[in-house]
């Protein structure tokens, strides 16, 4: 019994592995960029900058469109959390612009993807709330909770898959306090409005 079978095969692995982690780091390297339109995207969507939020979310989708032909295999996993901002980025537009929020097939996203970007995506309804109250619009601050509830009861069995969808049950967790709280908020935000109206009335 010899080893001649053994370094022919180790240097095919070698080369195989190297190869895997040239890739893996310039994925990890050049995905940061398509994290920061969309972070920035985001941000543009909170400013009511709607025209900058779409041209970051498109460049995002390029470079995304670009780097999946370099993500085959194992290495798809790499672009999970490039894709879920990407999907918290469009979705957030799609409902600020009164549309529906587009399928995770319209996305072109991994489902784990599709799932962490929507459980995301409720952190950034319930700031729009608070934008909302603040500005006084009860209305829309009505209609982001509404969604942002929907939202979160779509999602929360997902956190049966944690060990599937990594960061699902902490997300789903985080989500539940969210809603409750923005619950409370819209409750007392009505009482007070309803309260204000009651006084108008008194002094008419």
Do not use: W
Request: net charge positive.
């Amino acid at each position: 019994m010899t080893l001649k079978n053994v370094k022919p095969s180790l240097n095919k692995i070698t080369k195989s592995l190297a190869a895997t982690q040239d890739s893996r780091e310039f994925l990890l390297k050049n995905t940061r960029e398509i994290i920061i339109l969309c972070s920035k995207s985001i941000i543009a969507v909170h400013k009511g900058e709607l025209a900058t939020a779409k041209n970051n979310l498109k460049q995002a989708d390029k470079l995304l469109k670009k780097y999946k032909k370099k993500a085959t295999g194992q290495l798809r996993r790499y672009l999970i959390t490039p894709e879920q901002e990407y999907v918290e980025a469009a979705c957030l537009i799609a409902i600020v612009e009164k549309k529906d929020i587009p399928s995770d097939k319209k996305l072109a996203v991994m489902p784990e993807s599709y799932v962490l970007g929507l459980l995301d995506c409720v952190g950034e309804l319930k700031r729009k709330v608070f934008d909302e109250m603040r500005t006084g619009d009860i209305d829309d601050a009505i209609r982001f909770f509404e969604i942002m509830e929907n939202l979160y009861l779509q999602l929360y069995t997902f956190s049966l898959y944690d060990k599937v969808v990594k960061e699902a049950r902490r997300k789903i967790d985080v989500n539940r306090i969210l809603v409750d709280d923005v619950r409370s908020a819209i409750t007392e935000e009505k009482r007070r409005i309803e309260l204000i109206k009651s006084l108008e009335k008194l002094e008419k």
